[in-house]
């Protein structure tokens, strides 16, 4: 089954709460620029409160002057679409800290590799980092920007203080001018001497037969 747009995290009265990316709690059915309200004493509730946010895994469109989108359907074009799926078998990903792609554990067998994605941030304490061991920290893709936020006067854009945490390749650390350390600059730099990869493991399943017509 096909859900709709895939969630980062929450921030609500100057707390967050991260979405794991790869629980199904992450792809919400229906999109909202602020999906919750506050609740307090009194039996009064506010939702879109101007400090409110919501954070989006993004598309890889591209924004040449970001600007605050009021528009739902620009909004659409920019928010990412996911899926729900089951199985049997257990997941678990694997990071290889640098530009190969990690072979799985004994017993499993990759579904798919991809790059290894930990944390998001904006402005104060807003973001949210994933499980390392879960499928939502192997993306299949690389871009920057990776989210979008949106804000509950319900506008969405992409702003400076937006900054997406990866993985690094296991590279020995100079400090660089100001105390930069080591600089990627470009996509293809990046991927191949900067962000580490991952791969997305199931466990093997044994599929027992039985004799139902046995005496």
Not at 82 to 100: L, M, Q, Y
Not at 118 to 131: D, I, K
Not at 161 to 182: E, H, R, S, Y
Request: with cysteine.
């Amino acid at each position: 089954k096909q859900w709709y747009q895939r969630r980062v995290a929450i921030t609500a009265g100057g707390y967050s709460l991260a979405q794991e990316l790869g629980s199904a709690g992450s792809c919400a059915e229906s999109f909202q620029t602020v999906p919750m309200m506050q609740c307090s004493g009194g039996d009064v509730c506010q939702h879109g409160v101007g400090t409110d946010k919501s954070f989006w895994l993004s598309t890889d469109n591209s924004m040449d002057t970001p600007k605050p989108m009021n528009n739902l359907d620009e909004m659409m074009s920019y928010i990412s679409r996911c899926n729900v799926c089951g199985g049997p078998s257990k997941i678990v990903a694997r990071h290889s800290f640098d530009s190969s792609i990690p072979e799985c554990p004994t017993g499993f067998h990759q579904i798919w590799n991809g790059y290894s994605y930990l944390m998001v941030t904006s402005s104060g304490a807003s973001g949210g980092g994933q499980t390392l061991s879960s499928a939502g920290s192997c993306l299949e893709d690389f871009y920057l920007p990776t989210f979008i936020e949106c804000l509950g006067r319900g506008t969405c854009s992409y702003y400076i203080d937006n900054i997406d945490f990866w993985l690094a390749q296991t590279q020995d650390v100079q400090p660089g001018m100001w105390g930069m350390g080591n600089v990627y600059s470009g996509i293809a730099t990046i991927l191949d001497e900067g962000v580490a990869r991952c791969a997305v493991c199931a466990k093997d399943v044994r599929v027992k037969h039985m004799n139902y017509f046995k005496n």
